[in-house]
């Protein structure tokens, strides 16, 4: 099979044939027909998980993942219903089973947990070793493609368990604000669940390219600003003007650069609450005194649990997300990479090896937006 695989840090992956995994009883062997590219996968070339996660090389970056069913294991349970040829995504988060966290559904902060995409195999290559109890079976039926369905098991799914957090922290409903920050490849699935689990809040985008606000309010943002360059009194001014508030009631950070997190603490009101789950910079560096005199909550979140995918392909299902999907051939990772790492991929680089009839002009990915 094809692959791009990692051999070592701050390098070009390299695009090798490599053979096809076996796979044991309990496992599922998928064909990957999409795999979405994240910043993250970037970041693991660049190092930044090496103290925390050291990588085997060779490894095959790819962690958003959707395809067919190739080959079943024989210790499969025939209740889960899975046969060769359907359409599944992937849970990412394979934790122990044993821990505390497993128990109770959070296999992805399970502390001895491992993940396809960082390890031997991924969705950079064609075919991945699943076990049966991390896919999610896609009726055809919904005419949900592979390119649209890998995202949702990171960028579509992570800020959602972000904002299924700040409505639990009792900040959202018709009187408030909630303000989704950054708007790149998790921000305009954010702004998506920001409606949808709001009860009525106005949902303000903030970014700083008016190509992917434009996204943002194709996607149901109700407001958008444009921070580049701007003060804070700027942007409180405008958001006055927008939304009737000085302050936003919620905040969902896609971001995570030191500056975005310190500008969305200025714009907190009291007893507000913010969720992080971008992860561009390395610090929290927020000013105490607000923080505890103002009561605010700051809630970490990291991915999502299976339950939390599962709901997210209902809503996928149901058609009420939107796609916005750029096609990246095979022989082309390496070049969108680098986009990547410049931000100039609007909405998410999904990969795909080319083993259905040419994809590039169908309608479902219309929206491929060129570089900006
Ligand atoms: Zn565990």
Known sequence: MRAARMHGYNQPLV??????????????????????????????IDGYFKDYLPLPFPATPGHEIAGSIEAIGNAVPASTNLAVGDLVVVAGAWGDGTCRQC???????????????????GGYGEFVPVPFRYLIKVDRKYNLTAEELAPL???????????????????????????????????????????????????????????????????????????RDRSIADIRGELSKATGHTEIDAAIDCVGAEDYIQMGFNLLATAGAFASVGLVGTRINIPLFPFV???FTYHGSFWGNYSDLSEVIAFAQSGKIKHTVKHVPFEEINENLELLRAGDIVGRAVVTFGTATD????????KDATAS
């Open 15 to 44: 695009l090798e044939e490599v053979p096809t995994p076996e796979i044991a009883p309990n496992e599922v062997l998928l064909r990957v027909e999409a795999a979405g590219m994240c910043r993250t996968d970037v970041q693991m």
């Open 103 to 121: 128990r109770v559904g959070d296999e992805q902060i399970c502390a001895h947990g491992k993940w396809p995409g960082f390890s031997e195999y």
């Open 153 to 227: 098991t990171d960028a579509g799914l992570t800020p959602y368990r972000g904002i299924k957090k700040l409505r639990q922290a009792g900040v959202l409903g018709p009187d408030r604000v909630l303000g989704v920050l950054g708007v790149g490849g998790l921000g305009v699935y954010a702004v998506q669940y920001a409606k949808l689990l709001s009860s009525g809040a106005q949902v303000v985008a903030f970014g700083r390219s008016d190509e992917k606000l434009a996204i943002a309010k194709e996607n149901g943002a109700d407001h958008v600003i444009n921070t």
């Open 293 to 295: 005199a103002r009561e």
């Open 359 to 366: 994809r590039s002009d169908r309608k479902e990915i219309a």
